[in-house]
């Protein structure tokens, strides 16, 4: 278990270094973000506990990732709001942001401010939910892999309060990473799905993939891309193991990571804007630095003020 452990922190960091060079404007960009958000998803269902009763699993989940939600979302805005005041730009309307945040939870509705990537955590906590119910209530496997597509299928021709959508659609990636987890992490019997990347990639190169708006440029290659293509880099974390104290800092922390990067990134390209100099790789390295402080600072003050939230 240390070992899974200890690849699954060195995985968590890839995808957080992923979602910084996605939202960073880099070159990787295309490829990037046909796969960042089911890396999360499938990574977010590797330790799902059925043995916990239905309210001890809302309730853990819901203070693990809702209330992070809400206390970000809310600081967001107002961050946003001073700084369009700061700046002499046009007011944010609150009441309909207000609604975005506690009512659609998307990122459509967040799109306007600092929270624009939380609408990850709703997405995920409904979806973590909604795969307890189906194990808890459906004992045969290929069932419940029928329901789980059922869902992911409805969840391009509804859009639902609380980011229930994005939770269904979500669920199939969060379904794959729990099945993986439990029967075939130390199997070599998926040691094909690299070559099926690929192919992927010569004929048809990197699939278009925003999950935040679920649009999909071919759902079928998306997905096997996809998996295909975070099954390859588990395979490469695990050759090349790494007990690394900072990389068991960094992929122990990846919430905190996940949403404070916007904020980073934000600092970093108006320095390398001021500095007329460098590209995304000082604008990579700035954000970075600020992460680490962060870091720092969460460790020395952990379970005080925000920090005890991520």
Do not use: C
Request: charged share 15%.
């Amino acid at each position: 278990m240390e070992n899974k452990l200890l690849w699954v922190d060195n995985f968590k960091n890839l995808g957080i270094l992923a979602v910084i060079l996605g939202h960073i404007a880099s070159p990787l960009g295309g490829f990037i973000f046909s796969f960042h958000m089911p890396l999360f998803f499938i990574v977010a269902g590797f330790f799902i506990k059925f043995d916990l009763t239905f309210k001890e699993f809302v309730s853990k989940d819901f203070k693990r990732l809702v209330i992070p939600y809400f206390i970000f979302s809310v600081v967001g805005l107002g961050l946003e709001i001073l700084k369009r005041y700061a700046l002499h730009r046009n007011t944010v309307n609150l009441l309909d942001e207000l609604q975005g945040v506690f009512i659609w939870m998307d990122m459509p509705s967040l799109i306007h401010t600092y929270a624009f990537v939380l609408w990850f955590l709703p997405a995920l906590f409904f979806a973590r939910v909604i795969l307890f119910i189906v194990k808890k209530n459906i004992q045969n496997i290929f069932i419940q892999f029928l329901v789980v597509f059922i869902l992911f299928s409805l969840s391009f021709f509804i859009n639902l309060p609380f980011g229930i959508d994005n939770a269904m659609n979500a669920l199939l990636f969060v379904f794959i990473g729990y099945i993986y987890f439990r029967s075939y992490a130390e199997s070599k019997i998926l040691y094909f799905l690299p070559f099926v990347a690929m192919v992927i990639w010569i004929f048809v190169g990197f699939p278009a993939l925003d999950m935040a708006s679920k649009t999909y440029s071919n759902i079928v290659i998306n997905i096997l891309f996809s998996i295909s293509i975070v099954y390859t880099f588990i395979i490469i974390l695990k050759k090349f193991n790494s007990d690394n104290k900072l990389l068991k800092i960094w992929g122990g922390n990846t919430m905190l990571l996940f949403i404070m990067h916007p904020y980073t990134n934000n600092i970093a390209h108006i320095v390398v804007e001021k500095l007329h100099f460098g590209d995304w790789y000082l604008k990579l390295f700035i954000s970075l630095i600020l992460l680490q402080v962060l870091l720092f600072l969460k460790l020395k003050f952990e379970n005080k003020g925000v920090f005890k939230y991520v």
